[in-house]
């Protein structure tokens, strides 16, 4: 709570007059703001998508996701200098470019399905938080606060998520793990949405944390990056194998080459080890983690085959519901404008896998780019692969320009924002994960920091320690 406090710059509120201590911050909107996000990012992170089905019941269910972005946007309206600076960009540009195409869609279809049409336009409407991410380092207390904060959620959390998997194993549960209560989930996690995480907080500590005085220590980090790669094998999940490997990859590019190297031959060595053990655990009851469990879901990723991969039929149906929509898009009557805001495209494409009675049917065809394009038509698409596009070019070129200064810290925060990317995009690419707040609010906010650490000067105010400790 202190390290936020202070990286929220409550300090700063001390030489106001009129105000004592904890009265001061409870009346500023940044720090409601900045309480609120904090909150949202951990609770997603440790509860998944049961923490987004948390609301005030009002009639029309109102979630914790958009209490936050109101939060933000009653803050943004003071501190509009700072988050309109992001417009200046081309990822800033396109971004709004790709709302307001959103809202286009979503209106007409209002009237025809009320606040179907406003969840579904979560896709485009959460990319406020790149914003609000953006100004909330800016005006806070810098990259060293917000470096510290995250490497303290990232210290236990790789250890939170075998400690998941080992009582989905003891509670013989297969699929996600699930908890309810009076019909809704309170812990919906999904092993694609923890491998996201996981990597985030591998290339955390391999990119940023030397940069950081205090944070390096070799057991300690050793132990942490040993308890994640265990924590991804637990998972079993070929979208949790992709996500870590894209990140992994995109982290040996960004020059941690030779501590990868290391990490690499460590899971290497495991696995090494359990075949030689010939070490078989339920971790989930409908697919063993054993070696050959892994092989079969490492070629089920790139084979065409069949009858030679683990969970082929869903590949199969992903396909299929792909190719339906490239038919009525790229040729069809959708091409210019999708479907809209508020259909459910698994009932409009005949690809529903719930039952009438599901509270939280399917509505995506598990990839955001087509989700993009069914709702946005070819438009949408082409400012959805612009927006990435500029993104990944924008902090690349930033990536090396801090290396050419010499300044670490911002060199490896914007390293990891290109490693975040990389995770949530694959992971995106075949689940509903950017449709969805847990997703969404994480990703669109590690952007915003990638833009504000592009947009500080080498060795300015926004890279130092905050002059109080």
């Known amino acids: 709570m202190k390290g936020l406090l202070r990286f929220l710059g409550a300090e700063a509120l001390q030489d106001r007059p009129g105000r004592a201590g904890c009265a001061r911050i409870a009346w500023s909107t940044k720090h409601l703001f900045g309480l609120a996000l ?12 049961g923490f987004a089905y948390l609301h005030v019941p009002l009639g029309i269910p109102v979630y914790v996701g958009e209490i936050g972005l109101v939060i933000g946007a009653a803050w943004a309206l003071t501190s509009r200098r700072f988050w309109l600076g992001t417009l200046g960009t081309l990822p800033g ?62 210290k236990w959390y790789v250890f939170w998520v075998p400690v998941v998997f080992l009582g989905l194993a003891m509670a013989q549960h297969s699929g996600p793990l699930r908890a309810t209560a009076g019909g809704d989930f309170l812990l919906l996690l999904n092993p694609g949405d923890f491998a996201v995480h996981l990597a985030g907080v591998v290339t955390f500590f391999l990119l940023v944390a030397e940069n950081i005085p205090g944070l390096k220590d070799p057991r300690r980090t050793a132990l942490w990056y040993a308890t994640a790669l265990l924590s991804a094998l637990l998972t079993m999940s070929r979208a949790a194998y992709l996500a870590m490997g894209c990140a992994g990859a995109a982290a040996l590019f960004l020059g941690a080459s030779e501590k990868l190297s290391r990490l690499l031959l460590a899971g290497v060595l495991a696995i090494m080890l359990l075949l030689a053990m010939n070490l078989q655990a339920g ?26 991969a683990v969970g082929q039929d869903t590949k199969r149906w992903r396909l299929l519901w792909w190719g339906k929509i490239l038919r009525e898009t790229l040729w069809g009557e959708y091409f210019w404008m999708g479907r809209g805001f508020g259909e459910n495209l698994a009932d409009a494409h005949g690809f529903q896998t719930g039952s009438a009675t599901d509270t939280h049917p399917l509505r995506s065809p598990h990839s955001v780019h087509f989700t993009v394009l069914a709702r946005m038509g070819v438009p949408g ?54 449709e969805s707040p847990q997703g969404a609010i994480w990703f669109w906010f590690a952007m915003g920091v990638g833009l504000a650490a592009a947009s500080a000067v080498p060795g300015g105010r926004q890279n130092r320690e905050p002059l109080r400790r």
């Not at 399905?113 to 990319?127: F, N, P, S």
């Not at 971790?283 to 030679?308: F, H």
Request: aromatic share 12%.
């Open 283 to 308: 971790v989930r009851p409908s697919r063993e983690a054993s070696l050959g469990t892994m092989a079969s879901l490492v070629q089920g990723i790139i084979s065409s085959d069949d009858r030679t």
């Open 38 to 49: 904090a909150s949202l990012l951990v609770g997603y992170a440790v509860l998944g998508r």
């Open 381 to 434: 698409l082409l400012l959805w692969l612009g927006l990435n596009g500029t993104l990944v070019l924008h902090l690349m070129l930033a990536w090396r320009r801090a290396r050419q200064a010499g300044d670490g810290l911002r060199q490896g925060i914007l390293a990891w924002a290109l490693c975040f990317w990389a995770a949530t995009v694959v992971h995106a690419s075949f689940g509903v994960y950017l």
């Open 93 to 154: 540009m396109f971004l709004a470019a790709f709302v307001l195409w959103g809202v286009i869609r979503t209106v007409p279809y209002l009237g025809r399905h009320g606040t179907e049409a406003v969840r579904d336009a979560a896709l485009y409407y959460y990319g406020a938080y790149l914003f609000l991410g953006y100004a909330l380092v800016r005006e806070g207390g810098g990259l060293v606060a917000l470096a510290r904060l995250y490497a303290k959620l990232g």
